[in-house]
């Protein structure tokens, strides 16, 4: 079937919209959401399954009465491509409209290897999964990339990234050029991955943030139910963030930020000392047998009991914590969503974040604030290259109203 | 003339909404911001002119050609009343719907003294600038009030006030209704002033800041062109932000809070000591003359070349832009704008928080921040009322869209 995009009217843009947002609606929802009258929901809506850009699926379970019918993006919009790479891995999948994923790969790879080994890798990856889909190129539609690092949104370069050198200035976009007509759009990974959750938390939740603790520590913002970016792209950037003037001195170039005093590696280094002073049999044992301390032997050792990394991983949360209690004050977030790889190094963490966050930010402020993980967990980033391509493909084509302004 | 307030045509919303952020416009301005044809933003300009709600002005200096005529929202539609409540003072005033201001008065009040004594004596002075301007109660539209307080803006009520005892619960939407028909808005004194900037520079500027430095210390925040409040009103709160983990004891319970250490009282209180212990001969002059030293006398020892009180300044301005370097990193605004009765004790003042946030903010963020004195200055908080009960009030009419989401 042949999707029809161009000429929508209003109201098909509403709906079509509001579909994108509220994934499996029902009708008697859509008219709620939408502010239409039934009459006017059901026009737009058959519209636009004439068009090829909705499907109505069969009956869903429901509270009583006639049972209601649930309405998705059609799979004949097109594919969306996912590309989510990290410092040392990457996750390349295919995504339907309605952000089920069709296939998914993940593997590791050194970000640092440079763009010319990475994406020829992930073109491959692409390759191959769109193979076993049996999805061609020109049914790619839209392709979504997260990055370890600063990007200029409406360019997709990089900015000075700390961790991915030789990546500055060089067009992902230009790079899948010769193989996809598609627009290629580029985020940070922690905006990618807040993209994610707001796909899924759309309607309930305007306000909240995500906050990646792994090598480094970013902070998604949502704000008016939109990726708020800052006026240079940059925002969101807390790892350097002072939570102690005398602290250690950061590769910034300033004192105590709390990425270089409570990140991964901050935790590995404290786990290391703890295992050559003596103060921990365990991580000493650890340290002894593979040469290094990673922090998941530090959050082994904790899970065991160990003081010393008990005590490390106790810190590290304290001090995140005292950073967003900063961020709560001027934000006034309904939700804080703590994900990356450290997040789960153990339950002490996200108390030692919540303790400190609730100690340090006015009550009024965190009257109704909850601190969780992530819901999406690993698959938000996969969802957030999917969601913003998608996002950003209807208003390329005219299909989704503004942008952001 | 009657205004017909009803059934507007989604274009002439555009329009009148265009207009109220951009008064004195020319046709072909609005034409081009409003996205339509010439003939299209024609047809809806004559139809709100019919209606009563725009004016055209006669024709505006030119850069050449036919001379453009200005659009103005019409006076036709009625007066704002703007009620702009301080610590120590209100300014209250009538403004045409085009933000000029008919009249304005400004006295001295302590709002501690409560709501009776404050509201009653705001409800003569309006009835005073009414008579004044020959305004009837009926032609009042909206009302907007600022206040030195934490505001649920949608209820109106002041939240845990500290500096307004007797004031929290109090329904100020009730005591103004036996005179005023019209809705009251209400919102704390910064989300105010930012109000008015945003009205200023609603085209230009759709991320910046306005930090408020008097009594206390707070930030209004706008975001995507809309003020942001938070998930609870208490968004921008950013004055118990901690700047010194070993700092003085806040009377909110924590240590080092920027409110305690660098507000009017803690330049008041470091002008005090320093005149006792004998390092300011001016301040000990004034000490001896007045028996108290206020932040102004702080100020001009530190024009006057005074080395303690420049000490002061300079630590004041260190630590509140320590504060925002913080707030920077997390919302990468475009611009901040510094106003309150403290913020003009001196150049050293503004070059003080402009060297902290440079040197603790990264690079990217800082590229294309400019930090300012606040444009409207005094005026911004009337300017900021009015504008909020004129947007308000049209949205509440549902002639502007929706509101904050």
Chains 1, 2 share one sequence.
Not at 106 to 111: K, Q
Not at 145 to 159: A, N, Y
Not at 198 to 207: A, D, F, G, Q, V
Not at 259 to 283: D, F, V
């Amino acid at each position: 079937m042949t999707v029809r995009w161009d000429d929508l009217s209003p109201a098909e843009i509403t709906v079509l919209e509001t579909v994108f947002w509220s994934s499996g609606i029902s009708r008697s929802e859509l008219a709620e959401q939408s502010g239409f009258s039934r009459s006017k929901a059901n026009m737009a809506t058959a519209a636009l399954i004439e068009r090829g850009m909705l499907d109505e699926t069969g009956p869903q379970a429901s509270s009583g009465g006639r049972r209601p019918e649930a309405l998705l993006l059609s799979a004949s919009m097109g594919v969306l491509a996912a590309i989510d790479l990290g410092a040392s891995s990457v996750d390349v999948a295919l995504v339907a409209p309605d952000m089920t994923v069709l296939a998914h790969h993940t593997e590791a790879i050194e970000i640092a290897a440079g763009p010319g080994v990475v994406l020829s890798r992930v073109k491959n990856l692409l390759r191959d999964l769109r193979k076993r889909c049996n999805v061609r190129a020109e049914k790619v539609i839209g392709i979504g990339v997260g990055v370890p690092g600063p990007v200029e949104f409406d360019s997709g370069l990089l900015v000075a990234p700390p961790i991915m050198p030789g990546w500055e200035g060089f067009s992902i976009r230009e790079y899948l050029r010769d193989e996809y007509a598609s627009p290629v759009f580029i985020d940070n990974d922690v905006n990618v991955m807040a993209m994610g959750e707001l796909w899924r938390l759309h309607r309930k939740l305007p306000n909240f943030l995500v906050v990646k603790v792994g090598t480094g520590i970013g902070c998604g913002i949502v704000c008016n139910r939109m990726i708020y970016r800052g006026s240079n792209g940059s925002a969101g950037d807390v790892g350097h963030i002072c939570v102690d003037p005398a602290g250690e001195r950061c590769h910034c170039g300033n004192q105590g930020c709390v990425e270089i005093m409570a990140a991964g590696p901050a935790i590995a280094r404290q786990g290391t000392e703890a295992a050559k002073a003596g103060k921990s049999p365990q991580l000493a044992q650890v340290l002894t047998a593979n040469g290094v301390i990673t922090p998941e032997d530090v959050g082994q050792a904790s899970r065991g009991g160990d003081v010393a990394a008990n005590a490390i991983i106790k810190l590290s949360g304290k001090l995140i914590g005292q950073m967003l209690a900063t961020v709560v004050n001027f934000f006034n977030p309904s939700h804080i969503f703590i994900a990356g790889g450290i997040s789960h190094i153990g339950p002490m963490f996200l108390a030692a974040i919540r303790q400190s966050i609730y100690q340090r930010s006015l009550p009024l402020s965190t009257r109704h604030l909850e601190i969780l993980y992530a819901p999406l967990g690993d698959r938000a980033g996969v969802i957030g290259c999917a969601a913003m391509a998608l996002q950003e493909t209807m208003r390329v084509r005219g299909v989704l109203p503004g942008g952001q302004p």
